[in-house]
């Protein structure tokens, strides 16, 4: 695949600005993520970083604050 060819293509699932409070502890703030198809990709940090809180979100487990996902291109929300 040619490198013009990677860059006009747009992720297969998408986190946008997401962020997480419990009560008054900011456990995810503006956190950005874009997951490539066909790609292995990891989740990084230093504890407390707010990597299980992002995976959480991801799964519906846990629904964000503020900021979106978008799974091929379209908005992606749980119902529960």
Same mark, same amino acid.
């Given at each position: #695949? &040619? #490198?013009? /060819?990677?860059?006009?293509? +747009?992720?297969?699932?998408?986190? /946008?600005?997401? +962020? @997480?409070?419990?009560?008054?502890?900011?456990?995810?703030e503006?956190?950005?993520?874009?997951?490539? &198809?066909?790609?292995?990709?990891?989740? =990084?940090?230093?504890n407390?970083?707010? @990597? +299980?809180? =992002?995976? @959480?979100? #991801?799964?519906?487990?846990? &629904?964000? $604050?503020?900021g979106? #996902?978008? =799974?091929?291109?379209? $908005?992606?929300?749980?119902? +529960?």
């Amino acid at each position: #695949m &040619a #490198m013009s /060819e990677i860059q006009a293509t +747009s992720p297969l699932f998408r986190m /946008e600005g997401v +962020s @997480k409070r419990y009560g008054g502890v900011r456990a995810l703030e503006n956190a950005h993520l874009a997951v490539e &198809a066909g790609r292995i990709h990891a989740i =990084l940090g230093e504890n407390g970083a707010g @990597k +299980s809180t =992002l995976i @959480k979100i #991801m799964a519906g487990v846990v &629904a964000p $604050d503020e900021g979106r #996902m978008l =799974l091929d291109g379209q $908005d992606a929300t749980f119902r +529960s």
